[in-house]
């Protein structure tokens, strides 16, 4: 029997491949052209152009690779509240987004998007909350905050507000919001009041304004030295991913196939890193510890009312 040339058995090879292949390929193609644009979400509540332009070249980085022959284009919206993400996914003019988790918990549980990576934000996997005291305040236990003030971060704060607030629930305390530093504080509960920044709430409990704070760990490695040392961690919470990107519910298929193999491999490239330093310093994305029905059932577990 004649031998084929190699470089004809080759052909052959591939042509069967994609005579095979060919129209379930050609239909996901499709599909995935289909779309005119790529729209990455944000929920943001001061002016959104800087937000727009902060979050532009990944959204046009994802789309070239969605479309090279620039048929998608890749947009930007901002949203000023959670409730107003889950009616751009609705109404399909947002197809994906990025956020903390307590947001992310917020806007998904209805279903309007669906959990897809965790984002590495400035470099960092997963975070948990840590609740600090001044070393010199005479604070030693968790116990010793009741009838006391402790500062946290501000209303949509993870790790500044709903994980600590949610680790003193569930170990007893009663925790109430107060109008200012100066309320009453009943002697069974820890009242709290926002300090706005975990900034601001770490200089409270420098100056002995209030018992405690609460921020993540993250924001308590970037503190100097000295900063360190003047104050005590009295408890932390459990860990959390440090940020998730979710997609739209009814967005097809295949481009939520693509658009995962991009992201994951956005970091392997060099516009691709570039791109990543740019956007908080991210260091990649990457799969959701345990899978997504893990991730959703634990952030059910923790911020279910």
């Given at each position: 029997m004649e031998k084929k040339p190699y470089h004809l058995a080759i052909a052959c090879l591939v042509a069967t491949l994609l005579l095979t292949a060919g129209?379930?390929?050609?239909?996901?193609?499709?599909?995935?052209?289909?779309?005119?644009?790529?729209?990455?979400?944000?929920?943001?509540q001061d002016p959104r152009e800087p937000v727009e332009e902060h979050f532009r070249p990944l959204a046009?980085?994802?789309?070239?690779?969605?479309s090279?022959?620039?048929?998608?284009?890749?947009?930007?919206?901002?949203a000023p509240s959670a409730a107003q993400m889950i009616k751009l996914l609705e109404e399909r003019r947002v197809d994906f987004y990025m956020e903390s988790p307590h947001p992310t918990y917020v806007i998904n549980r209805l279903g309007a998007a669906t959990l897809l990576l965790r984002r590495w934000k400035g470099g960092i996997a997963e975070y948990r909350s840590l609740i600090f005291t001044n070393r010199q305040g005479g604070i030693a236990r968790l116990e010793e905050l009741r009838g006391k003030i402790i500062a946290f971060e501000d209303p949509g704060s993870t790790s500044g507000y709903f994980l600590p607030k949610l680790?003193?629930?569930?170990?007893?305390?009663?925790v109430v919001e107060?109008?200012?530093?100066?309320?009453?504080?009943?002697?069974?509960?820890?009242?709290?009041i926002f300090a706005?920044?975990?900034?601001?709430?770490?200089?409270?409990?420098?100056?002995?304004?209030?018992?405690a704070g609460a921020f993540s760990n993250d924001d308590h490695a970037s503190l100097d030295e000295n900063s360190k040392a003047?104050?005590?961690i009295l408890g932390?919470?459990?860990?959390?991913?440090?940020?998730?990107?979710?997609?739209r519910k009814n967005l097809p298929e295949p481009v939520i196939k693509r658009l995962k193999e991009i992201l994951l491999s956005i970091h392997q490239d060099d516009d691709g890193q570039k791109i990543l330093r740019q956007t908080d310093n991210t260091t990649k994305f990457d799969a959701l510890p345990g899978g997504e029905e893990s991730v959703r059932r634990k952030l059910v577990e923790l911020f279910r009312p």
């Open positions: 129209p379930k390929a050609e239909a996901q193609t499709k599909q995935v052209t289909s779309i005119k644009t790529l729209t990455l979400g944000a929920v943001f046009n980085y994802v789309a070239r690779k969605l090279p022959s620039g048929e998608i284009k890749g947009t930007v919206v901002v680790f003193l629930l569930r170990k007893g305390f009663s107060k109008p200012s530093l100066e309320a009453k504080v009943a002697v069974g509960e820890v009242g709290y706005g920044t975990d900034k601001n709430a770490v200089s409270l409990v420098q100056q002995k304004k209030v018992a003047a104050i005590s932390e919470s459990e860990a959390l991913p440090r940020h998730l990107v979710s997609v």
